[in-house]
């Protein structure tokens, strides 16, 4: 069965202040790693799909790497707005479709 | 905004009674999924469904919870007889599909389900 496993569950940075969150998984065949970002109340907000090992995506202050067994999403410089759950999640090989397994989310907060 | 649209965003219920929740995905997309997000867990997938087919609902409780994407209209996830574990955020996705390849996931806002 598809594990993943997001550690630290809950991250305080303050603003500039840089680090990384990490996902670690297993999976009999990887078809994509998805980073999300929830805020409270809201829906997950799409990040980055990363496919295979070595792959690096950014998007502003966020960056977000794979090796074979996880990846990781590297804040540089936070600001208070980057505050929100960030979640991983694994599509397998096998099989069709979006049926992801997510892990439980690093609550990270930027304070001033 | 062409985004997945979800309704009700709140809805209430008392134990017995039946939850609708109606999801209608982003424009293009014909790929439809139901998560469902209790307090304190993860994301879960429960079903996945495509125009009047489910294709796989190896998530879905094996009662009282159905799904439909009717050819016509949003997709509907219905709960019968709701009891208080089934209180949770439940969120609709959708996806391309381009020559076989599936795209990302996108999400709705979301329904939260309280059972009194």
């Known amino acids: 069965e598809d594990q993943v496993t997001q550690s630290p569950e809950a991250l305080r940075l303050q603003e500039g202040e840089s680090s990384s969150l990490n996902c670690s998984y297993t999976?009999?065949?990887?078809?994509?790693l998805f980073w999300y970002r929830q805020d409270p109340g809201k829906g997950p907000e799409f990040l980055f799909t990363?496919?295979?090992a070595g792959e690096e995506k950014e998007k502003e202050r966020l960056k977000a790497t794979l090796t074979k067994k996880e990846s990781f999403l590297h804040i540089t410089a936070p600001k208070p707005e980057d505050s929100a759950t960030y979640l991983c999640?694994?599509?397998?090989?096998?099989?069709?479709?979006?049926?992801?397994?997510f892990g439980t989310g690093t609550q990270l907060k930027v304070e001033l | 905004n062409a985004g997945v649209m979800q309704n009700p965003r709140h809805l209430v219920r008392r134990r017995g009674q039946e939850a609708r929740l109606r999801c209608s995905p982003m424009?293009?997309?014909?790929?439809v999924y139901w998560y469902r997000q209790l307090p304190e867990e993860g994301l879960k997938f429960m079903v996945y469904?495509?125009?009047?087919?489910?294709?796989?609902e190896s998530g879905m409780p094996k009662e009282r919870f159905s799904a439909e994407f009717p050819k016509e209209g949003p997709s509907i996830l219905r709960i019968q007889q709701v009891v208080r574990g089934d209180s949770a955020a439940y969120f609709c996705?959708?996806?391309?599909?381009?020559?076989?390849?599936?795209?990302?996931?996108?999400f709705g806002e979301g329904s939260r389900l309280t059972v009194l």
């Open positions: 996705a959708s996806s391309p599909r381009v020559r076989g390849i599936d795209g990302e996931l996108f």
């Open positions: 999976v009999s065949g990887l078809r994509g």
């Open positions: 990363l496919y295979s």
């Open positions: 999640a694994v599509r397998e090989l096998t099989g069709g479709g979006n049926k992801l397994t």
């Open positions: 424009k293009g997309h014909s790929h």
């Open positions: 469904l495509q125009k009047e087919n489910i294709i796989d």
